[in-house]
């Protein structure tokens, strides 16, 4: 599970070994017929008003509902399968396999691609909105989009602002897989200025992904825990279930939190929901 969930990850580790390729320059017209394998890229393209020009995407692109999914795999691309499509431009993520021969091959075949590398910080999601709405007519949406998503992410961490740290812990899988502040997740939670009990397992990991021992976690005692896992069964209850944790300051205050599915993953305009989510989780807390 965790090797799925980690592909379409924000951290620039993971594309470690594959070509830093620049966007593609703006297009002499504007696309029309665009297919997105990239469920960040999807929400972005739909919330600067650049859906209509989208005929296909991934099938992980599950937002907006209106998004026209298709069988198209955003892990694993085909290139005969995206161009029956006959795109004008592809979206192409570059943690999915083989990316880098994927793109030469779009390429040669006259179709643009606008080569997506995942972001290390917000503001590379800002820059992915902003390259996505010169390439497609929405450059003015796009900043628009940028601006209301700065606000509304500056009041949700003022809202939560506080004079103490809290420690946390946020669970990928089952397996205790975690992540650290040097993560894109990992720097959300860094805005609110909490303490991430990761951050000493670091080194055991050199991608930001540390997978933390039963005994670590119960050491480190989180006030918080987050549950990515959650959409996969892994609730409070369970949680409190695993031997030493049923004292854990989180499984006492009841704060052993689910985590909305899809949301922490992805770099789109819903990374504001991802804020707020964490601001009013750790609102009012002794």
């Known amino acids: 599970m965790l090797k799925k969930y980690l592909v379409f990850l924000p951290t620039v580790a993971l594309i470690a070994g594959l070509a830093n390729v620049a966007p593609q320059a703006q297009a002499t017209s504007t696309p029309h017929r665009i297919v997105s394998l990239s469920p960040s890229a999807t929400e972005d393209l739909f919330a600067i008003g650049a859906g209509s020009q989208v005929i296909a995407v991934d099938q992980l692109s599950n ?68 390259d996505l709405g010169s390439l497609t007519g929405k450059g003015t949406a796009a900043k628009a989009l940028i601006r209301s998503m700065k606000a509304s992410i500056k009041k949700s961490i003022t809202a939560a602002k506080r004079k103490s740290s809290l420690s946390f812990y946020h669970e ?99 990374l504001v929901d991802f804020y707020q989510f964490v601001s009013t989780s750790i609102q009012n807390v002794n």
């Open 63 to 130: 937002f907006p509902t209106s998004a026209p999914v298709s069988k198209l795999d955003a892990f694993t691309p085909n290139v005969e399968a995206i161009a029956a499509y006959k795109p004008d431009l592809v979206v192409l993520n570059s943690g999915a396999t083989k990316a880098q021969s994927i793109k030469v091959a779009l390429n040669k075949l006259k179709i643009k691609v606008y080569f997506e590398t995942a972001p290390d910080d917000i503001n590379g999601a800002y820059k992915e909105i902003s």
């Open 172 to 270: 990928l899988d089952d397996t205790l897989y975690s992540v650290t502040s040097e993560t894109f997740i990992g720097k959300v939670y860094k805005d609110f200025n909490l303490t991430n009990i990761a951050d000493a397992a670091a080194k055991a990991d050199s991608y930001g992904y540390p997978q933390l021992t039963p005994e670590y976690v119960v050491q480190s005692n989180p006030a918080l825990i987050f549950l990515s896992d959650a959409q996969y069964g892994t609730t409070g209850a369970s949680v409190a279930a695993r031997p030493g944790w049923s004292n854990l300051k989180a499984v006492t205050s009841n704060r052993v939190i689910p985590l909305p599915e899809d949301i922490p993953s992805r770099w789109g305009p819903r």
